[in-house]
C-alpha cells in the first residue's frame, strides 16, 4: 500500500493478557518509530529504529513493551501482561530521514 | 527532557476567520517544529514545518512563525474552511530529521459556517 498500515485497528483485551500490533511502514523507509498517544493528549515517543536496529527504546514505559523490526521492515510492538493505563491507541510512523508518515494507529483497550 | 507547551487547548471560529495556534518549548537545543493535523481516527499528518534558521515559512493559507530567542512558533491559518477543523499538534525536536519528536497537547479546532 501507499502508507503506513497498522494492524489491528482495534484491539480489546483482558487484564493481564499479552497483545501484540503490528506495523507495516512504507517500502523503503528505514526509520521507523513507535508513540503512544493517551485520549486527549498529544503522542509520545516509544521507540525508534532505523532498519533492524534499535537505535532509541528510552520512551518504553516499563519492561512489559517490547517492540522488534527483525528484517527492517515489518514491526511489532508487544505488551506483556497488560495493565488498564496501557490502554491508549499506539501509532507507528516511517520515514526516510525526513518528514513522518504516520499510520492511522491501533487503539488498544484493557480492561 | 524537552516540554512543549500549547494553547489554546479548544478554539472556535468562523468560517472564512483566521485561527492562531502557539507553543514554547523549553529546551534551546530544539531546531526542529513540525506541526501535524490529526483528524478522527486518523492518524497525525503534515501540515507544515520550520527549522531553527528560518523566522517564518508560508504554504498558501497555512504560516508558522519561530522566534528562538523566545523559544515560542506559532501556526497561522487564514481564511479557515470547515473542513480545518481537526485537531492540530506542534511538535518540537532536537533532529531535524524528526526523531524523538515532543508533541504539545493538542488544539481541537472547531469552523463553524
Known amino acids: 500500500g501507499a502508507g503506513v498500515s497498522q494492524s489491528p485497528r482495534y484491539k480489546v483485551a483482558k487484564r493481564g493478557q499479552d497483545v501484540a500490533l503490528r506495523c507495516d511502514p512504507i517500502s523503503g523507509h528505514v526509520s521507523l518509530f513507535w508513540y503512544q498517544q493517551a485520549l486527549g493528549q498529544g503522542p509520545e515517543f516509544l521507540t525508534y529504529?532505523?532498519?533492524?536496529?534499535?537505535?532509541?527504546k528510552s520512551g518504553l514505559p516499563s519492561d512489559r513493551f517490547f517492540a522488534e523490526r527483525p528484517e527492517g521492515s515489518v514491526s511489532t510492538l508487544k505488551i506483556q501482561r497488560t495493565q488498564q493505563e496501557d490502554s491508549a491507541v499506539y501509532l507507528c510512523?516511517?520515514?526516510?530521514?525526513?518528514?513522518?508518515?504516520f499510520g492511522e494507529g491501533s487503539r488498544l483497550t484493557v480492561l | 527532557g524537552e516540554n512543549v507547551e500549547q494553547h489554546p487547548s479548544t478554539l472556535s471560529v468562523q468560517e472564512g476567520d483566521s485561527a492562531v495556534i502557539k507553543c514554547t518549548y523549553s529546551?534551546?537545543?530544539?531546531?526542529?517544529f513540525p506541526w501535524y493535523k490529526q483528524e478522527l481516527g486518523k492518524g497525525p499528518q503534515l501540515i507544515i514545518d520550520i527549522r531553527s534558521n528560518v523566522g517564518e515559512k508560508k504554504d498558501q493559507r497555512i504560516a508558522v512563525t519561530l522566534n528562538k530567542t523566545a523559544k515560542h512558533f506559532s501556526l497561522h491559518i487564514t481564511e479557515t474552511q470547515p473542513e480545518d477543523s481537526a485537531v492540530y499538534f506542534c511538535a518540537a525536536s532536537m533532529d531535524n530529521s524528526g526523531y524523538a519528536l515532543n508533541f504539545g497537547k493538542g488544539t481541537s479546532l472547531l469552523v463553524t459556517p
Open positions: 529546551d534551546s537545543a530544539s531546531n526542529y
Open positions: 510512523a516511517s520515514s526516510r530521514g525526513g518528514e513522518l508518515f
Open positions: 529504529f532505523q532498519n533492524e536496529a534499535q537505535l532509541d
